[in-house]
């Protein structure tokens, strides 16, 4: 539980806007369902893949409101398990999105996709057919997953998320210690198996060119590169860069590190297998911008030395990312 949230006041900046990221954050998420995602039939996994999927099996139900009905025993979990603050902003993301997803569904959607049998979520009933890529899924799949991706990465900053695999990706991570994007990877899967056999075998209502097991594909598609999404929003793209360096100039490489790139390195000692000499090794890390500069600084102080480059994923300490405190999410 973060209790230092708990104990901003009420009327603080921070505080209120937290809150409106959240909101925003849901709004960006539910965008992308509603534009890109339902109209197909494509389920990119989650209590709104499942939604989906249930649509295609109850039409006069619309994607949200079972987005409600697999939210509530999830978004109990989360309040147990992450505590109140987490717990209050998860509800209301929880809340929110389904709402926000039925109320724009409504109203990008023509009158002639309500009918007495249900809802059609035709794309040619989507704001008048402008939008609409039944030609073209792979677009559908990389739109909905960028705009899906940043916005539960929005809400995931706020330290809450939009309920549903979510909770169930940070569940196992908390327990399992799966890597957060990696869980809700796992837990998307399952219910992508469940369109296969409602949507892909022609169980459900969906019918026509966009219907087949082909669309599970797209599925899958869409939940990898929503989850990289996520990562990349939470993490960013630019990893530090680890360089184990061997030379015989440790005088001038040491003068280079810490008066040109201000930064600090450490010795560690290494013995060649071939000479059996022992040597000094450099251990530096620096990142992804300063490793060429670096590069270059070697061939020209020691052309003879010896350079393994390789990806930090996770730098903490003085000049790079602070520890996370206890109970944050980490898209890792």
């Not at 389904?98 to 009918?115: C, E, H, K, Q």
């Not at 090794?281 to 490793?291: A, C, D, E, G, P």
Request: glycine residues 12%.
């Amino acid at each position: 539980m973060n209790t230092r949230a708990l104990l901003e006041p009420m009327g603080s900046w921070a505080w209120w806007r937290s809150w409106i990221q959240l909101l925003i954050g849901c709004m960006i998420m539910g965008s992308g369902f509603v534009l890109f995602i339902n109209p197909y039939n494509i389920v990119p996994g989650g209590v709104y893949g499942a939604g989906i999927v249930m649509h295609n099996i109850f039409p006069s139900i619309q994607v949200g409101t079972f987005g409600y009905m697999f939210d509530i025993p999830l978004m109990l979990t989360a309040v147990l398990v992450f505590g109140g603050q987490f717990g209050a902003r998860t509800v209301a993301a929880a809340l929110f999105t389904p709402g926000y997803m039925n109320i724009m569904t409504r109203l990008v959607y023509s009158d002639a996709a309500f009918t007495a049998d249900g809802i059609n979520l035709d794309p040619a009933y989507l704001l008048g057919g402008s939008v609409n890529l039944s030609n073209d899924l792979l677009l559908a799949c990389i739109m909905g997953s960028v705009v899906i991706g940043v916005g539960q990465a929005i809400v995931v900053r706020t330290q809450a998320t939009t309920g549903g695999t979510d909770i169930v990706g940070m569940l196992l991570q908390k327990y399992a210690g799966i890597k957060f994007s990696t869980g809700i990877f796992i837990a998307d899967s399952v219910v992508v198996l469940a369109g296969l056999v409602v949507i892909g075998f022609g169980l459900g209502s969906a019918s026509g060119e966009g219907a087949g097991w082909v669309l599970s594909l797209y599925s899958l598609v869409t939940i990898f590169l929503a989850s990289r999404v996520i990562a990349y929003a939470l993490d960013g793209a630019s990893y530090d860069k680890l360089l184990f360096i061997i030379s015989d100039e440790h005088a001038a490489l040491k003068k280079f590190v810490i008066e040109d790139l201000d930064r600090s390195a450490t010795f560690l000692k290494a013995r060649g297998m071939y000479t059996d000499k022992e040597k000094d090794m450099i251990f530096l890390v620096v990142n992804r911008k300063q490793v060429h500069l670096v590069q270059r600084k070697i061939q020209e102080i020691d052309p003879k030395a010896f350079v393994v480059v390789t990806d930090a994923y996770d730098t903490y300490g003085e000049g790079f990312k602070p520890f996370p405190e206890a109970g944050t999410i980490q898209a890792q």
